[in-house]
């Protein structure tokens, strides 16, 4: 592959504008595609075998009024008191809006200074874009605004039209960008990574909007792949900038430079990419499609990134020749790299080296410290309740507990088959039934569907949609209370649903994720205990990082630094989607420092000196490149979402950790106790697997190296 690189990334350093005019044209031409013929992101909410699903396709089936979403208009006043025929007129209206199916007479609470509307819609929440349906809510209860109540506005269609904000991921940009510039010393080899990275996301994006033209995808899909894209690419172009001024540091020309940086750099980039890639696989066997849509999305993201980084790359490296230097040092002919060599961390690598077992346990114990609070995990589901106090969707969520209680802000809709129940009176002893359970604190009369076969009754739980008192409330009627033919579905169902599902399949996950990141580093080095010990390490980071995640969220100080009104239970979906994509990310540095450690053990076969020149060689642009990843990751902590907070810290904290404690300590401690068995390979292994070289130390030169010529 090395050969195929340089061949590819010399030819696109001397023939820069046409590659960067086909780069530039695909661009426009994607671009063009997705804004005439691209889908808009959609949640399929299918979750395959549950309950949830089996009573959602009842009500699709036989009574699609009520299978859609649904919203609350929650008005309240400070004084007085409210009457129904205060809403007649504002129900009308409702009523008229875009899909809605029906609009319920006013609930009021028992003060009578709490009213809200239930907005049904027979159409899920994904059919609308943006905040369109919360606008019409808006306007449609503009008549009690202007009588001076508080208007709130709570359900799936409010908390659908909460948008990410964008500044904080720019903050993050911005940062990466401060740091590329104190690393290279020159604007334009600062904002090359910068361009490589939004190159890439740019043209991915639009691919993935395509790709919502003929299947959901999942409307996280586009955050996550932003998220990752970003950081990803400036690493990518990062290692290749750098290999680059290396080369013309000692004395190559630009085409060959630029050539030999693409396959050595540039191969590692392939490899590291190739890690990202298998790992992502591992959401196809999460048991939920919206999951595997993530998949799809963020690894089409890294695939065109990759590639813009061996192709396009290449070629503005060739346009600019010598002005990845500053000005000042291409006046003074001094062509020297900052990052190539760091004394500091071979000083430290040899003290790791003489005592690796006491620095090896010492770091071990660091990180197992750090993941025990991942052991109290509570596992849950947030909703509008953990939402900062000034929007409309907490406003009406506090507003419903302190009007009708805890359990009215999740309500579980129970559907029954009147023909698999025994009819009319099957239906009385279902509504019975739920009324005596305990747990249950009220259950709404009977609708029935037009077609006379379904009902569906209304039951709201004592507890809220966030304690563990509901779970068990909606597993007893299921197993206990329930006769066949009934089911139970609604938000709060779906999401204990989702969990059950994403936790059952979790192992799953972490076995396909793990067995195929193996393979491949197992093909990359051509070791047997190179890949293992890297999975080792690389479940210490990601355990450490799910400690982190629940000291923040789950402790009165963490909330308090992130601005979180209290405690919030974590998803389940979110430690899965950190492992798939951490697990892909911490292997991108594992390949950058292994791929400079055997290219010096293959040259010297002294295998503790290989260490400390692999990490001197690296430390310096791995730190960078873990500075920008940690500063984007970062960004997304910011915002107002809290369910993206929680991916932000997470895996910002991940890189930090995997930056600093297993590149500087655990990874040098084990290889320098190991020694040459960290190489070792079977030899009918080394006959079955194929010949992939993925340091690039055997490239070609297949132009001389010429002395370097200062350029003003």
């Known amino acids: 592959m090395s050969r195929l690189l340089y061949r590819i990334g010399a030819g696109a350093a001397r023939h820069p504008w046409r590659v960067v005019s086909g780069w530039l044209l695909a661009a426009l031409l994607i671009g063009a595609l997705a804004s005439a013929f691209g889908g808009t ?46 809403f007649d007129g504002v129900r009308e209206t409702l009523e008229d809006l875009t899909s809605v199916s029906d609009v319920p007479p006013v609930a009021l609470s028992e003060d009578r200074r709490t009213a809200v509307l239930s907005v049904q819609y027979d159409v899920p929440v994904t059919e609308f874009e943006g905040s369109e349906a919360l606008d019409e809510l808006e306007s449609a209860t503009t008549p009690l605004v202007d009588a001076g109540y508080q208007v709130e506005f709570g359900g799936p269609v409010p908390e659908n039209a909460q948008e990410v904000s964008s500044h904080a991921e720019m903050v993050g940009v911005a940062v990466a960008l401060a740091v590329l510039l104190f690393a290279f010393g020159a604007m334009i080899a600062a904002s090359l990574p910068l361009a490589v990275a939004f190159t890439g996301l740019a043209i991915g994006t639009s691919g993935v909007t395509l790709l919502a033209a003929v299947t959901d995808m999942s409307t996280n899909a586009p955050t996550l792949a932003s998220m990752v894209g970003l950081g990803v690419g400036i690493d990518y172009a990062l290692f290749i900038v750098t290999r680059h001024r290396d080369n013309l540091a000692r004395g ?20 590291a990419g190739g890690t990202v890639l298998v790992a992502l696989t591992g959401l196809q066997f999460s048991g939920v499609p919206d999951f595997a849509t993530m998949g799809y999305a963020t690894g089409l993201v890294v695939l065109v990134t990759v590639l813009a980084a061996v192709t396009l790359l290449p070629a503005l490296l060739g346009g600019l020749k010598f002005r990845v230097y500053s000005r000042r040092a291409r006046r003074e002919g001094r062509f020297e790299s900052s990052m190539s060599h760091s004394p500091t961390a071979a000083r430290f690598a040899q003290m790791v080296g003489r005592r690796p077992v006491a620095w090896l346990v010492g770091s071990v114990i660091a990180l197992v410290a750090l993941s025990a609070p991942a052991l109290g995990m509570n596992i849950g589901q947030s909703d509008a309740g953990n939402e900062p106090e000034s929007s409309t969707i907490r406003q009406a969520y506090d507003l419903i507990e302190a009007g009708f209680g805890k359990g009215a802000n999740g309500p579980l809709t129970v559907a029954v088959e009147l023909d698999r129940v025994g009819g009319e009176d099957g239906l009385r002893q279902v509504e019975e039934d739920l009324s005596n359970t305990t747990g249950v604190a009220s259950v709404g009369a009977p609708v029935i569907s037009p077609d006379g076969t379904t009902a569906v009754l209304t ?53 396909v994720v793990i067995a195929t990141s193996l393979l491949l580093l197992l093909i990359a080095f051509r070791s047997v205990v190179v890949p293992v010990k890297a999975a080792l390490v690389n479940l210490l980071s990601v355990g450490a990082s799910y400690g982190v995640m629940t000291l923040a969220f789950q402790t009165g100080t963490g909330t308090d630094l992130l601005g979180l009104p209290g405690e919030v239970p974590i998803p389940a979906y979110v430690p899965l989607l950190m492992f798939a994509v951490l697990f892909g990310l911490s292997m991108d540095y594992e390949v950058f420092l292994l791929s400079s450690v055997r290219e010096s053990f293959l040259r010297t076969g002294d295998s503790k000196a290989s260490v400390v020149e692999g990490l001197a060689s690296t430390a310096r642009v791995i730190t960078s490149a873990a500075l920008i990843m940690v500063a984007v990751f970062l960004g997304f902590a910011f915002d107002p979402s809290v369910v993206i907070k929680m991916i932000g810290v997470g895996m910002s904290a991940a890189i930090l950790i995997d930056a600093t404690l297993i590149r500087l300590i655990v990874v040098p401690a084990a290889m320098a106790l190991l020694g040459r068995w960290s190489w070792y390979l079977p030899s009918w292994l080394d006959r079955l697997l194929p010949r992939v070289d993925a340091h690039g130390a055997e490239s070609p030169a297949i132009e001389p190296a010429r002395e370097l010529q200062p350029v003003a």
């Open 459 to 511: 039951v709201t739980p004592q507890s809220g949609p966030q304690d563990e008192e509901t779970a068990d409330l909606v597993e007893h009627l299921r197993s206990d209370v329930l006769p066949d033919g009934a089911g139970i579905t609604s938000w709060t169902a779906a999401m204990i649903d989702l969990s059950d599902v994403l936790m059952d399949h979790l192992w799953l996950v972490i076995g």
């Open 252 to 271: 190559m020309s630009v085409p060959e430079s630029v050539g030999q940086a693409t396959a050595t750099a540039g191969q590692s980039v392939v490899f």
């Open 41 to 86: 992101m959609q949640d399929s909410f299918k979750i395959p075998g549950s309950d949830t699903q089996r009573t959602n396709d009842v009500l699709q089936d036989h009574f699609p009024a009520m299978s859609g979403t649904s919203a609350r208009v929650v008005a309240h006043t400070e004084t007085g008191s409210f009457r129904s025929s205060d």
